[in-house]
């Protein structure tokens, strides 16, 4: 090696947390990318399995992801709060509390979304931008999903990763109800709520 060229190596503590933070990152990635696949390559079945009293299996999932969004930008706005970045009062103790239960609440919510854009739907790329930028942010939001949890629980990572990892879900779920429940509220059908 010549004297003029300098050879940087991170310290192990940085190494290890890096390695942390790609290897979520990848199984995050895995998890879209299976999502998009099966979603490509199933024959949707056009049926629903439930509309829980909904008018159509449509104003069901628009309604459940209207609510997902809700939790999710609590969570941010949560976040936000307990870590310091919008002041005012101090951080109430039911706060972070509320902040892992929306979370919770939010991913089970989406699941019977998730389910029926797979199996009733499929990833549509034959009927224009909209549906597969919808279908894109929703493989996305899985797999931002699966690496928040996984950061979660993962030792030494950067403090920046959960913060960057959970704006990735939120704004995920954000383009998912745009691409979706807003255009079919805006563009289709209001409110559409369930039958009673």
């Not at 930008?73 to 919008?86: D, E, N, V």
Request: glycine share 8%; proline share 6%.
């Amino acid at each position: 090696m010549s004297s003029d060229t300098a050879v940087v190596e991170l310290p192990a503590r940085e190494r290890s947390s890096a390695v942390a933070l790609v290897n979520c990152a990848l199984a995050g990635g895995a998890v879209a990318l299976a999502l998009g696949v099966y979603g490509r390559v199933h024959q949707p079945t056009h049926r629903a399995l439930v509309d829980l009293g909904f008018p159509s299996l449509i104003a069901m999932k628009s309604w459940l992801t209207t609510v997902a969004t809700a939790l999710a930008l609590f969570q941010l706005l949560s976040a936000l709060r307990m870590y310091g970045r919008m002041r005012s009062r101090p951080v109430a103790k039911w706060l972070p509390v509320a902040h892992r239960w929306s979370g919770t609440a939010a991913f089970v919510i989406s699941l019977p979304v998730a389910y029926h854009c797979l199996w009733s739907l499929g990833f549509a790329t034959d009927r224009g931008a909209r549906p597969i930028v919808h279908g894109l942010l929703g493989c996305a939001f899985y797999g931002a999903m699966a690496t928040k949890l996984l950061s979660l629980r993962a030792a030494r990572l950067p403090k920046w990763a959960i913060p960057v990892v959970g704006a990735t879900l939120v704004t995920a779920l954000t383009g998912v109800f745009l691409t979706s429940s807003l255009w079919f509220f805006t563009t289709v059908d209001f409110p559409a709520l369930p039958r009673g």
